[in-house]
């Protein structure tokens, strides 16, 4: 069977595919989180794979939270590629993919992501014999929320943006690293779900409503 991922909740999205125990992945250039940029990847992955649009039997992917504009995009793409190939699709909430990929047995891990308008994602997970465990699940918090929430030691998964907005000190600080969702993760991490009923069930993990912008005159 042929299983295909996508990740766009950051700027750096990429997409991935395995069949059997071959896994392939493509990182897109940053911003690339286009309809026309994720489909013509995932085509060049599925050909080394030998595969075909239409082989596929199992879609997966990332449905943040991030970046609004990415989500959007990848999500309906995910939805269109299940549809087309008639494949169940499974939505991976990012940072537990990103969780999944760094965290190690017995580790915490904090991903912090700017939200925006003074406010950030925040999440605690955690990896016991292997199984990823959701401590805090992902939430909208405001800087004096993340320090109150932080472990002491726990690895942090975001970056100086992140830890400006939170306002950390610099031992906090020395706890940032900067690794980003990546497909790949999504779709090891998608083999433990269960599909959606439907695609349309999966939607973006917004967390909060979108604020449009008003132009100034």
């Known amino acids: 069977m042929i299983e295909v991922a996508l990740e766009t909740s950051t ?3 990429s997409v991935a595919a395995r069949a059997g125990d071959r896994l392939v992945e493509a990182r897109l250039d940053k911003d690339g989180a286009h309809a026309s940029d994720l489909l013509p990847a995932l085509e060049r992955l599925l050909g080394e794979l030998g595969a075909r649009p239409r ?5 997966a992917v990332g449905v943040g939270p991030g970046s609004y504009t990415g989500l959007r995009v990848g999500v309906a793409t995910a939805q269109g590629l299940a549809r087309g190939a008639g494949a169940p699709l499974v939505g991976v909430p990012s940072g537990e993919a990103l969780a999944h990929a760094e965290c190690a047995d017995d580790e915490e891990v904090v991903r912090l992501l700017d939200a925006r308008s003074g406010e950030l994602y925040y999440a605690r997970y955690a990896k016991r014999r292997g199984v990823l465990v959701v401590v805090d699940a992902a939430r ?5 929320e993340v320090r109150a929430l932080l472990p002491a030691g726990a690895r942090i998964l975001g970056d100086a943006g992140c830890a400006d907005a939170a306002g950390l000190d610099d031992a906090a600080r020395a706890r940032v690293t900067t690794p980003v969702p990546a497909a790949a993760a999504v779709l090891e991490l998608a083999a433990t779900r269960e599909p959606a009923a439907a695609p349309e069930q999966v ?14 005159r």
């Open 140 to 144: 909208v918090a405001s800087p004096e």
């Open 203 to 216: 939607l973006p993990l917004y967390l909060r409503p979108f604020a449009a912008k008003t132009r100034k």
């Open 55 to 59: 082989d596929i039997g199992r879609v």
């Open 11 to 13: 700027r750096e999205p």
